[in-house]
């Protein structure tokens, strides 16, 4: 018992001191946008989360898209915080529904929610 301990007592100092190093710089990022966006989910099949996972997929993509689009100047910043704000009521609505088990109501709010936002940035795709 008394080796384990002497044993844990050496290994720690010398534990933290790894961790104190400086990191370590990972090579930059691309400057360019490949495009490509993936998304899946882990939904149980058939299970209501699985019938709402295309609505917060084309969230995600809305969301994707906005960016990639306010990074290369082809909108403003207003319209970017827009479509953030109406993907974050699509996105709390949907949560909500999700969280109630059902909510027809709620899923057919977000989806107009969505659909606002993916016309602000499909203008300019």
């Known amino acids: 018992m008394r080796s384990l ?11 933290l001191a790894s961790c104190a190093q400086a990191p370590v710089q990972l090579a930059s990022t691309p400057q360019r946008d490949t495009g490509v966006i993936a ?7 058939g299970s209501f989360e699985w019938q709402l ?9 809305t969301r994707r898209m906005a960016a990639r689009l306010l990074a290369q100047g082809r909108i403003s910043i207003e319209v970017a915080e827009q479509v953030q704000v ?5 996105r709390r609505l949907l949560d909500a529904a999700v969280a109630a088990g059902s909510g027809a109501a709620n899923v057919a709010q977000a989806r107009e929610h969505i659909a606002r936002a993916q016309r602000l940035v499909e203008v300019l795709r």
């Open 86 to 90: 109406e993907a974050d009521a699509a």
């Open 53 to 61: 996972a295309p609505d917060y997929t084309r969230l995600a993509v």
């Open 39 to 45: 998304a899946a989910t882990l939904a149980p099949l």
């Open 5 to 15: 301990i002497l044993a844990a007592t050496l290994i720690a100092p010398l534990v």
